[in-house]
């Protein structure tokens, strides 16, 4: 199918590994030119040229970190006109709420919540004005699903739920759309550090935990980034102009509820 995005340009926070990387390649075979984000240089290169090998789409790079000022300025005077902007940031340490005190606390809640209102704050009525924006944001099953070792994550991204349920419905108007994008156990690192955690707080061998983790999901396996890019190119797409203000659960069926 052809997302129709061709030509368009796109900021994907976080960008050089993991979900943040599966996003951009999947934009950028679309022909959208991607600008990729991240604290460290080497890995950035090493994502652009990944990415520049199986498109003919710009693929470009900011050494930033969206989760400062700093960092925002520098990704927007990189690409100050994005058509379709990919919000994600890298989830606090899992741990025991009885051990963070204000300070990781605000730490979580700048990164997971407050960077991303700030880039949409940024970007939105742009996009609005050009008649066509995307926004995604990488959030996580957790919203939904709480996990206790998770506590950061789960007040910071259920707090940037809430504000985006708050104004995603009226860009929709103007063929903007606004959705949130729920990541369950997909193979990163992020992933292999949660199971290390979850292993470690009972005691088991984490090769033996991961494999029992696993058998339990429906899908009976963590997910593949690749697939997690592709849902991302879709929810851009131009067929998918009547989704917005969703929040979008790829887990594997994880999350056994029914709304």
Request: proline share 5%; hydrophobic share 40%; charged share 20%.
């Amino acid at each position: 199918m052809d997302f129709k995005l061709k030509g368009k340009s796109a900021i994907i926070c976080a960008s050089s590994k993991g979900l943040g990387k599966a996003c951009a390649k999947a934009l950028a075979e679309e022909g959208v030119h991607v600008w990729l984000s991240a604290r460290t240089k080497e890995t950035l290169e090493a994502a652009r040229q990944e990415i520049a090998a199986i498109s003919s789409a710009g693929v470009h790079t900011v050494v930033a970190d969206v989760t400062t000022p700093e960092g925002r300025d520098a990704l927007l005077k990189a690409c100050p006109t994005p058509d379709i902007l990919v919000n994600n940031a890298g989830g606090p340490p899992p741990g025991n709420f009885r051990d963070w005190g204000q300070q990781e606390w605000f730490d979580a809640v700048n990164a997971n919540m407050f960077s991303a209102i700030d880039m949409i704050r940024r970007t939105l009525d742009g996009m609005v004005e050009r008649k066509f924006g995307r926004i995604v944001n990488i959030t996580s099953v957790a919203v939904k699903l709480p996990q206790a070792e998770l506590g950061l994550s789960n007040g910071a991204r259920a707090g940037l739920t809430g504000f985006i349920a708050g104004i995603a419905r009226e860009p929709a108007q103007h063929n903007v759309t606004i959705n949130n994008l729920l990541p369950g156990f997909i193979d990163t690192d992020r992933m292999r550090g949660v199971l290390k955690a979850k292993s470690d707080a009972t005691g088991a061998d984490l090769d033996q935990f991961s494999d029992a983790f696993f058998e339990r999901l429906p899908a009976k396996r963590p997910g593949i980034p690749d697939e997690f890019g592709a849902t991302c190119a879709f929810l851009c797409s131009q067929q998918a102009a009547y989704i917005t203000a969703q929040n979008i659960l790829m887990d594997g069926g994880l999350y056994p509820g029914t709304f």
